[in-house]
Nanobody
Framework: QVQLVESGGGLVQAGGSLRLSCTAS????????MGWYRQAPGKQRELVAT???????SYVDSVKGRFTISRDNAKNTVYLQMNSLKVEDSAVYYC??????????????WGQGTQVTVSS
């Protein structure tokens, strides 16, 4: 089994910064891509950013220039640096990975979620 554990959420004022981390554990061959989704109350889950094992990144338009996703393959960890936070960034943020395991099809795995609240 594979587990993704997030950390780094919290309460911050608008304009501030937070850094989310997500570390994977368990038995797997690779995770590609890894990324972050978010879900605000009453809204659908939204893909925020992804990063491949080779370092190629993509972002939803609303966070471009403010958020940076990165990963440390040796540590099986993905990060989301969030700067210039806005109230509308408030949501539960979920780590995501598409995991390749021996004897199993490619499967998505999710973390438990970490709350990010941005106050005005």
């Amino acid at each position: 089994q594979v587990q993704l554990v997030e950390s780094g959420g919290g309460l911050v004022q608008a304009g501030g910064s937070l850094r989310l981390s997500c570390t994977a554990s368990g038995s797997f061959i690779s995770m590609n891509p890894m990324g972050w989704y978010r879900q605000a109350p009453g809204k659908q889950r939204e893909l925020v950013a992804t990063v491949t094992s080779g370092g190629t990144t993509s972002y939803v338009d609303s966070v471009k220039g403010r958020f940076t996703i990165s990963r440390d393959n040796a540590k099986n960890t993905v990060y989301l640096q969030m700067n210039s936070l806005k109230v509308e960034d408030s949501a539960v943020y979920y780590c995501y990975a598409l995991v390749n395991r021996i004897g199993a099809p490619l499967s998505p795995f999710w973390g438990q979620g970490t709350q990010v609240t941005v106050s005005s």
